[in-house]
């Protein structure tokens, strides 16, 4: 079994930047930590994957440049630094875990954490 558990959501102004962090833990492994967010009323949609082991990371397309993400190993975390924010990215973001190889979808993904809200106002 693995845990995650999100945080770092929050209010912010359009243009404001947020840190989300997951905190990994449990006996067991998968080696792609994703993120995801889903608004209200529309699907869950692919934002970013780190490697545990290589660090190697992938964006999807609309980031832009805009999020990044990283990952600290000594402290089994996985971070979301999102910049220039807008209210498009206001949404519930959640990390996961998946053992499959370059993961893009949520039905690749096995453990999920509870959410974090980020709420971008304009």
């Known amino acids: 079994q693995m845990q995650l558990v999100e945080s770092g959501g929050g209010l912010v102004q359009a243009g404001g930047s947020l840190r989300l962090s997951c905190v990994v833990s449990?006996?067991?492994?998968?080696?792609?930590i994703g993120w995801f967010r889903q608004a209200p009323g529309k699907e869950r949609i692919f934002v970013a994957h780190?490697?545990?082991?290589?660090?190697?990371?992938y964006y999807a397309d609309f980031v832009n440049g805009r999020f990044t993400i990283s990952r600290d190993n000594g402290l089994n975390t996985v971070y979301l630094q999102m910049d220039r924010l807008t209210p498009e990215d206001t949404a519930v973001y959640y990390c996961?875990?998946?053992?499959?190889?370059?993961?893009?979808?949520?039905?690749?993904?096995?453990?999920w954490g509870q959410g974090t809200q980020v709420t971008v106002s304009s």
């Open positions: 449990g006996s067991a492994w998968s080696d792609y």
């Open positions: 996961a875990a998946s053992g499959a190889f370059h993961p893009t979808t949520a039905a690749e993904y096995t453990y």
């Open positions: 780190v490697r545990r082991v290589s660090g190697a990371v």
